[in-house]
């Protein structure tokens, strides 16, 4: 087990290497001076050239590279060009906002899609399999800045029963930080529980249709039982692999809510980064979420044998 | 086989409904405990990029600062420049030393009295070499002119010397985008010379600012103000709310909402559509003014195509510009043909004088030019809306006399990249405000071969632009405008289209606010009642 973790860490360093190559070059081919974005269009060229030397952008792009990468071996990631602040502090402020609202709407999506895919399966063809599917589709089909924007009209707006922006950290009060992101929260359910529901659907009817479920129910064993202890855990595996993807592609970044809600998460960092050209921001940015997706990958590979018996760590 | 009923509501289900009334449950009675106070809420579309005045600084970098800090002179409502932390200003003959003479009781928001040293202070910092201030070439020789010493031969007198007469001195230090020249306190710098934050003189003091969700600012009590009446950054200031939160919204959707469910008080710059739809609502007020800022079409005279002036101004000819200023804007704005800016006072009755659409026109100068349908590129990009709605006009206009435009849509960065660097045949551009005609006209005028973002490449028009720097004879400087704005009208090396309109929402309970032509919202002398 130990060496299997140690191995796949020990993988990740030239994924993670080729990362930082690949962001470091793309962001330089794209066209925009990030000192010309922050002096303005009248700046002057000599206060421009200035600039650029103190930012250390007036460097060869190996050099430049090369002292980035120096500094990111020891955790430094650099300061913003946009407004000076330290890069890694900076994103891990933001990440935390991000996961509080990814994690917890994951979590409850999980909670709702996975029964009610098994349900859908069991009932497969039924009135109700119909109503689970279309609800799934559904809500799998809009947008979810759309829905965003129709939740604040509607709560917000016309309800007044939640805010409609700002942001407070529940560590510092946990009522009035929770109102923030309730609408954020619940519009994640609604669009990954679609998602994870037709998933949850497809994985049980391909284990419904398999002989040891025929051979249990032959046995008697009841139905509940059943689908609890021999369809669920089997049906599970795909699913799992479902949630781990989402959650790396929601942790690395849900900017158009986070833009929607005024949520300063991740995502509106790094599009803002991309915007005002702010290298270390956005290499930073970028680097953190190849990360994420690798220990995501790592935690969902490890539990699989949690819930299926025949794969094994090795 | 007949399978079994499943049970009524899964366990899980029956979690995430409990959750899901607890948490609005938690939220209804939390919001309810929201605090309401004495806090403005003001939206701005990103964080601002530091506190330092004229460093690294963007529009709501400088509208935030506004309030925190004061220079010696400061812009009134005209535009003209007027002493702000100075009782007066005396200028010598020879247009060489500038003498000031600082308000009595004048305090930092630290408790200090400020004096010449302060002055003198914030001076040497701005004309360090590496202080980063954007205002720097104007002041070290570079361009406008060279101060050549600042000094306080007694604690209420600052003299500078400059090493050339300039007519805009004053206009340069009161410019916003300069921080206004602000007059700091040294404790604005940690004990390592480092910039910590502002402590200005101006009516608020950052109270806290939380990075990417807002600043908050708080009344200065020990404010001193002018006796006058507000005018423009000068005059009387009274910091009637005691606290104003600028949020972060980038999503003007998101603000809309906020704006009408009350989460936020006054939303800066909505859209034209936005405005209208806000005018037929009765809890809240639009406040529109005319500014300086400036949307223009830029054609490049050194493109193989538009290098000949008969294709420019057949271009020209083919614009309805009233037309699309009206439709740009719902209305808001007027066309203006001059680089000089409708509100500005040096706008005449030449300055009025622009193209009219005459398509035959058109087609016959393109006949003689021997254009035969080549593709022009035209740039523009969606994060200023106006530039792209413009910009499909101009396609479907030109068209009609034959001219093929090409949309090439890019992101604001790359293109601003493309600006600099002369790369395009044509582009949708705008210019923000620049107080003085002669700064409108320096912005696109100069040697294509060494800027090669300026737009207009004509030395008769440079002699014309140098002399408008220099003069301090309001009337000469009058006809040079009026001579550069004839003379760009035949060159047609950019076809200016329209000032914009600045639009303010509020909600009904904020008063007094009133905006103004260089586009800088201010909210002292605003009132807050009871929220509506």
């Known amino acids: ?314 | 086989m007949n399978l079994p009923t499943p049970p009524s509501l899964p366990p899980a289900a029956r979690t995430a409904a409990a959750l899901a009334l607890g948490l609005g449950l938690a939220a209804s009675a939390a919001f309810a405990q929201a605090p309401a106070g004495q806090t403005m809420r003001i939206q701005i579309n990103s964080d601002i990029r530091s506190t330092d005045p004229g460093g690294n600084r963007d529009d709501n970098t400088d509208n935030v600062l506004i309030h925190v800090v004061e220079g010696l002179v400061a812009l009134r409502e005209d535009t003209s420049v007027g002493p702000m932390l100075a009782s007066k200003v005396d200028t010598s003959a020879d247009g060489l030393t500038y003498t000031f003479t600082l308000r009595d009781g004048v305090k930092f928001q630290n408790g200090a009295v400020l004096t010449a040293d302060d002055v003198v202070w914030s001076w040497q910092r701005y004309l360090k070499p590496t202080s980063g201030w954007r205002c720097l070439p104007e002041f070290d020789g570079k361009g406008m002119t060279k101060v050549l010493a600042v000094e306080a031969p007694t604690p209420k007198t600052v003299v500078f010397k400059i090493e050339r007469p300039s007519a805009l001195f004053l206009t340069m230090m009161a410019r916003p985008d300069c921080g206004g020249a602000a007059i700091l306190h040294r404790s604005s710098l940690g004990a390592d010379g480092q910039w910590k934050e502002p402590v200005g003189t101006g009516p608020y003091k950052i109270k806290e600012w939380k990075r990417g969700q807002y600043i908050e600012l708080t009344r200065f009590d020990g404010y001193t103000s002018r006796p006058e009446a507000r005018d423009g950054l000068t005059g009387g200031k009274k910091a009637e709310i005691e606290n104003l939160r600028f949020v972060v919204i980038p999503d003007s959707a998101a603000a809309k909402a906020a704006l009408y469910s009350g989460g936020i008080d006054a939303f800066i710059s909505p859209s034209p559509a936005d405005v209208v739809e806000m005018r037929g609502r009765s809890d809240v007020r639009v406040d529109t003014t005319p500014v300086m800022t400036m949307v223009a079409l830029l054609l490049q005279t050194t493109d193989p195509l538009l290098k000949d002036v008969r294709i420019r101004r057949a271009l020209a000819l083919s614009l309805d510009t009233p037309e699309i200023a009206k439709s740009v804007t719902e209305g808001l704005s007027a066309v203006n043909n001059s680089v000089v800016p409708s509100s500005s006072p040096f706008y005449s009755p030449v300055q009025a004088g622009g193209y009219k659409r005459d398509i035959a026109g058109a087609k016959k100068l393109l006949a003689e030019a021997g254009y035969r349908g080549q593709p022009i590129k035209l740039v523009a990009n969606k994060r200023y809306e106006a530039l792209y709605s413009a910009a499909v006009l101009v396609q479907a206009m030109a068209s009609e006399a034959g001219i093929n435009i090409e949309l090439e849509v890019l992101d604001w960065a790359t293109q601003l990249d493309r600006y600099t660097k002369g790369q395009y045949q044509s582009m949708a551009f705008i210019y923000s405000a620049r107080i003085d005609p002669s700064l409108n006209y320096e912005m696109v005028s100069g040697d294509k071969a060494t800027q090669p973002r300026k737009v207009w490449d004509n030395a008769a028009a440079q002699t014309r632009l140098t002399e408008s720097m220099v003069s301090r004879d309001k009337a000469r400087r009058q006809v040079l405008f009026d001579e550069l704005h004839k003379q760009m009208l035949q060159d047609v090396p950019m076809v200016v289209l329209f000032n914009a309109s600045d639009a303010t929402a509020m909600r009904k309970s904020v008063t007094g606010f009133k905006g103004w032509a260089p586009a800088k919202p201010r909210f002292w002398n605003v009132r807050l009642d009871a929220r509506g």
Not at chain 1, 30 to 53: F, K, N, T
Not at chain 1, 193 to 206: D, F, Y
Not at chain 1, 229 to 251: C, D, E, K, Q, Y
Not at chain 1, 257 to 278: H, K, N, Q, W, Y
């Open chain 1, 1 to 314: 087990m130990l060496a299997y973790l140690l191995r796949r860490i020990a993988m990740t360093v030239p994924t993670l290497l080729l990362v930082s190559i690949a962001v470091f070059t793309l962001m330089r081919l794209i066209p925009g001076d990030p000192v010309q974005l922050m002096l303005g269009e009248g700046a002057d060229p000599a206060q421009l050239e200035l600039a650029r030397q103190q930012m250390g952008l007036d460097q060869p792009l190996v050099t430049q590279y090369v002292v980035w990468l120096r500094h990111a071996l020891t955790g430094d990631l650099g300061v913003s060009t946009t407004n000076g602040l330290a890069v890694l502090p900076l994103i891990w402020e933001r990440f935390h906002v991000s996961a509080v609202i990814v994690l917890t709407a994951v979590a409850l999506a999980s909670l709702i899609a996975v029964p009610a895919g098994l349900v859908a399966a069991w009932r497969k063809d039924r009135p109700t399999d119909l109503a689970i599917i279309g609800a799934a589709t559904l809500m799998l089909s809009v947008p979810s800045f759309w829905l965003g924007l129709l939740l604040l009209m509607f709560f917000g707006q016309y309800l007044h029963w939640l805010p409609v922006v700002g942001y407070v950290p529940m560590s510092e009060d946990f009522s009035q930080g929770l109102m923030y992101v309730i609408l954020p929260i619940v519009t994640l359910v609604l669009v990954e529980t679609g998602v994870l529901t037709r998933m949850s659907r497809a994985s049980t009817i391909e284990v419904l249709r398999l002989e040891y479920v025929t051979h249990a129910r032959a046995k008697g064993v009841p139905e509940s039982q059943v689908l609890r202890r021999h369809v669920l855990p089997n049906a599970f595996n795909p699913t799992l692999t479902m949630i781990g993807l989402i959650l790396g592609h929601l942790l690395s970044g849900i900017a158009v809510l986070e833009t929607v809600f005024t949520l300063p998460g991740l995502g509106r960092l790094m599009i803002d980064s991309i915007f005002a050209r702010d290298y270390p921001v956005l290499q930073g940015c970028l680097l953190f979420t190849a990360c994420i997706y690798v220990v995501i990958n790592l935690i969902v590979d490890m539990c699989y044998p949690l819930f299926d018996p025949r794969v094994s760590v090795q």
